[in-house]
């Protein structure tokens, strides 16, 4: 039984290839040219395929002879709307149009985002029927992503999964958060008191994987993962300081204006470089939203998937591994 696997060098990616390595399943990974596969090439029983999510053709013959599909392949940041939606949205159909042409999958995996949810307004998960609301063009992106997965439901065994904030070893994003506490500055933006959902990284590779496992659970089901407790953004950061031995002596809170001006610099830098920054304008919509929270009382239920490391220790772990790699 081999599983495809998109975005295996990326961050969620390599964990979820490593799990699967260390129970012995093998493992095709979809590479580029140009991505650095030094991680996934220490892993045994993991093949690597070059293909494109560009390339229907290249795709389709990465997926012969595999039981069952992951797309984790993505972009969280883009140089423009479009990018987003070639990759993200577009790259999805491709990766349907690759499955369906195979014809025997036992289960194809999107992995999505809770920004597809969109915030929640009161500090509660929404309902699992809640209508979309993404607030930014990375969610409509997933959205378009999920849409898709959705109307094949009925040709493909589909399930996808929606993660929150996803942090642990070998993560670059968070990163800057443990830095903030280290250095005793940390600006932030919106609220101390807004509720944060957050997930290990091994806890959701192993949602993947026991969705995946999951045979019976209907085609189209969707599932939000967490590690079980919601806590505040001001909670988190305790928990950073405590893995880190060190407090913040200034939390500075950053007016919306001010970090839009941020970002207008920030976009500008990517124009001329023409690269894609984390910081746009179109970024502060998440970033100010009162809350981000979700519940995985039902992928527990029906994937029998239960996670195992809450955030205080997760932040240990992460923390742990950031020194030792010389990342803090």
Request: aromatic share 6%; hydrophobic share 40%; charged share 20%.
């Amino acid at each position: 039984m081999t599983i495809l696997l998109t975005g295996g060098t990326g961050f969620l990616g390599s964990h979820i290839a490593e799990q699967l390595s260390q129970r012995g399943t093998p493992v095709r990974a979809v590479v580029r040219s140009s991505s650095d596969t030094r991680f996934l090439r220490s892993l045994p029983g993991v093949e690597l395929v070059n293909a494109s999510l560009d390339d229907v053709d290249s795709l389709a013959s990465a997926m012969e002879g595999v039981s069952s599909v992951i797309h984790g392949a993505g972009v969280v940041k883009a140089r423009s709307t479009a990018e987003f939606h070639r990759v993200n949205a577009l790259g999805t159909v491709h990766m349907l149009e690759a499955a369906k042409r195979h014809g025997q999958l036992s289960r194809f995996v999107l992995v999505s985002s809770l920004t597809v949810a969109g915030p929640s307004p009161d500090g509660k998960p929404l309902p699992a029927d809640a209508p979309p609301n993404p607030v930014t063009h990375y969610g409509r992106s997933k959205l378009a992503a999920e849409r898709a997965a959705l109307a094949a439901k009925d040709q493909i065994p589909i399930t996808i999964i929606r993660p929150p904030m996803i942090y642990g070893p070998r993560d670059v994003e968070v990163l800057v958060f443990f830095k903030s506490v280290r250095y005793g500055v940390l600006p932030y933006m919106g609220s101390k008191a807004r509720g944060v959902s957050a997930i290990f990284a091994g806890d959701c590779a192993a949602a993947c994987i026991a969705a995946v496992d999951k045979a019976d659970v209907p085609s189209g089901r969707i599932y939000t993962v967490d590690d079980g407790r919601t806590e505040t953004f001001g909670e988190l950061v305790e928990h950073i300081e405590s893995a880190l031995g060190k407090r913040t002596w200034l939390r500075l809170p950053v007016p919306r204006q001010v970090l839009e001006v941020a970002a207008l610099g920030s976009e500008a830098v990517g124009r001329l470089s023409n690269k894609a920054v984390m910081l746009t304008r179109d970024k502060c919509n998440e970033l100010y939203a009162p809350h981000w929270v979700c519940d995985s009382l039902d992928a527990q239920r029906d994937l029998g998937w239960t996670p195992k490391v809450p955030f205080d220790r997760g932040a240990r772990i992460t923390a742990e591994w950031y020194r030792k790699q010389g990342w803090l």
